[in-house]
């Protein structure tokens, strides 16, 4: 991949790319401290930190629609997910605050002809409007969750939007009355126009169409349904699903194209677990999102206690399980001590919802021991919720060990970088199985991962686990050359960590350890310099096919760095999420960096 310039995306040229480019060390400070050097270059971002240029267009005209003047917008799929929001603002601002917040849903005008598109997509979208100075609140809730609206979805409602087709749902009992003024602009593209909104107290305001010529509004429809079906092919979207269920439940090769005539007979999955199938997997628009909604189902099934991550924590998965419910407890190093000290709290009678690790954690490898707490858990009826987004289930089998498991489909299982998912996964001979299923399609469950979404990732995953297998032996080569450099204090990786036996007990017997490591250095100096001569692309997130490397300490953990620290995280580690090139010119980039390293003079 080519040097990529400060702040575009990665891959270059991608629209809904998911990571962007940091390529040296200052721009990652610059970027935390909000230097505009580099904020201001920024043509994307991560999703859940940076909210999507279509997205933020979306907000900007909602708002012209239903807002006022120092106000802003925040959108979402779904109503219940709007709600949320509005409920987790209400407790984390002042009353009077409090009551300018509210919530608008958008659903498609029934008093139009609808075209059967747009009837078996049905979307929606539930915006909340709030004072500018509560948008930090907002946007917890937003990164925190990965409830808000993608930015797929945010392009196609968008349209549906400007031409008057998508509208508050309040209207759609008054049977939309047109503004008396309308703004006409380009055929399709123009923009809604702006008048007052309601007030804090929720007045009315009407939706607007671009449009006074139903003509144009048919020319809209004709386009919308000119694209998609192009680009859309809603006939395919059940099987893609189906098979993004079935290639995570481990009974359909992760290399099948979904309509290929193989495809209809199911293999015996590789999880290991007779009566696992796709039903047991639940689909969403993120990681995080899954992982939120698996928060949700456990209190919702087994009660209000706090509970337990164990392992140094990702950052949102921790914030979920302190600020969503009673709170929880941090086991930050994995080890069989934290593991006592559990089990003597356990003893003593405290009780426990449910405890959340990573397997491996991030972005030191480690890999806690399933076995041992799959015995506690059974014995003082506690779930295992496990991450298993870096092992991966083409290396790893940690169903047996868990109640649920959770993965960010972003990463490796998608590997192009250019759409979001996540995922649950039930085991059926999991103690509070019947229960969980039950509370997740009666309660919980909303189906908010996008048609557009899902035809993407359904098209990345099918070459996933050969994939997987190339990623391992280049990570390894990758290890043996930092491993034997002098400038190199710790690599951390499955295979040399000490918790190795407990990756061992989980891994496949053709698996590998991964395509995730991290490098410490003797001195933050050579980690710098090394960083800025690593001719890979450099920015946030892990498990692209190509290979990509962080600071990943000080993108994460900036405002926290002698906490983190204290979990034996160096704040100037490297972390290599290594991609599919030819091991020899992988090797050829590692040397060159580490050389570049080796001139520094260290006092």
């Known amino acids: ?26 721009a990652n400070v610059d970027y935390e401290e909000g230097d505009v050097r580099v904020l201001g270059r920024m043509v994307t971002g991560y999703p859940r930190f940076f909210i999507h240029r279509s997205i933020q267009a979306f907000a900007q005209d909602f708002l012209a629609a239903y807002g006022q003047p120092g106000q802003k917008a925040m959108l979402f799929a779904t109503a219940a997910a709007g709600r949320r929001c509005l409920e987790f603002m209400r407790q984390r601002v002042t009353p009077q605050t409090s009551n300018q917040i509210f919530v608008v849903d958008l659903a498609l005008d029934a008093s139009k002809d609808i075209s059967p598109l747009l009837k078996q997509l049905a979307p929606t979208i539930s915006g909340i409007i709030f004072p500018e100075e509560s948008f930090p609140v907002a946007k917890e809730y937003w990164q925190h969750t990965g409830d808000g609206v993608s930015s797929r979805r945010a392009e196609f409602s968008h349209e549906l939007f400007k031409h008057g087709q998508l509208i508050a749902i309040n209207e759609q009992k008054s049977h939309h009355a047109p503004p008396e003024k309308p703004v006409r602009g380009p055929k399709r593209y123009s923009r809604a126009n702006s008048t007052p909104g309601p007030n804090a107290a929720g007045s009315e305001n009407k939706a607007l169409s671009t449009s006074e010529n139903p003509e144009e509004d048919r020319e809209s429809f004709h386009f919308l349904e000119e694209r998609f079906g192009r680009n859309l092919n809603l006939t395919q979207v059940a099987r ?4 993004i269920r079935r290639r995570i439940a481990g009974s359909l090769a992760g290399d099948v194209d979904m309509n290929d005539e193989k495809e ?16 047991d997997v639940l689909l969403y628009p993120c990681g995080m999102n899954a992982i939120f909604n698996a928060h949700r189902v456990l209190l ?10 164990f392992g140094f924590p990702y950052v949102d998965t921790l914030k979920i399980l302190e600020k969503f419910g009673p709170g929880c407890i941090l086991y930050g190093h994995a080890s069989s001590d934290e593991l006592d000290e559990l089990e003597r709290l356990l003893k003593d009678g405290q009780r426990f919802l449910a405890l959340f690790c990573e397997f491996p954690g991030n972005p030191l490898l480690a890999c806690p021991d399933l076995k041992r707490i799959r015995k506690l858990a059974d014995e003082f009826n506690f779930a295992v919720v496990i991450d298993e987004t870096i092992g991966t289930f083409a290396n790893v089998n940690v169903l047996h060990y868990a109640d649920i ?19 649950t996964v039930l085991n059926p001979e999991g103690k509070h ?16 991962y996008w048609t557009e979404d899902i035809l993407f990732m359904e098209r990345n995953s099918r070459d996933f686990s050969n994939r997987v297998k190339r990623i391992n032996v280049n990570a390894e080569t990758i290890c043996d050359i930092l491993r034997d450099d002098p400038l190199v204090k710790t690599v951390h990786y499955p295979k040399y960590n000490p918790s190795k036996p407990n ?4 891994r496949l017997p053709d698996g590998g350890y991964g395509g995730l490591l991290s490098v410490v250095f003797n001195h933050p100096e050579h980690a710098q310099v090394f960083y800025n001569n690593l001719d890979t692309a450099k920015g946030p997130s892990l498990g692209s096919n190509f290979t990509l490397c962080s600071p990943y300490v000080l ?32 090797q050829l980039l590692f040397r060159k960096a580490l050389e570049a390293a080796k001139e520094v003079n260290i006092a």
């Open 405 to 423: 498991v959770v993965s960010s489909l972003t990463k490796i299982f998608s590997g192009d970088s250019n759409v979001m998912g996540g995922c």
């Open 433 to 448: 199985y019947s229960l969980l299923k039950k509370v997740f399609e009666e309660q919980i469950y909303e189906n908010t």
């Open 503 to 506: 990756y061992e007990a989980c």
């Open 555 to 586: 993108l994460a953990h900036y405002r926290e760095l002698d906490w983190a620290a204290k979990f034996g995280v160096d704040p100037n580690l490297v972390r290599v999420s290594v991609g599919l090139e030819e091991p020899e010119e992988l």
């Open 300 to 309: 919702a099934a087994l009660g209000s206690h706090k509970s337990i991550n």
């Open 240 to 243: 893609a699903k189906s098979a």
């Open 264 to 279: 209809t007979k199911s293999e015996a999955n590789s999880r290991g677990i007779e009566s696992l199938d796709e039903t």
């Open 1 to 26: 991949m080519p040097i990529i310039s400060l702040g575009d995306s990665i891959p270059p040229d991608t629209a809904h790319a998911v990571s962007v480019s940091l390529p040296t060390w200052q």
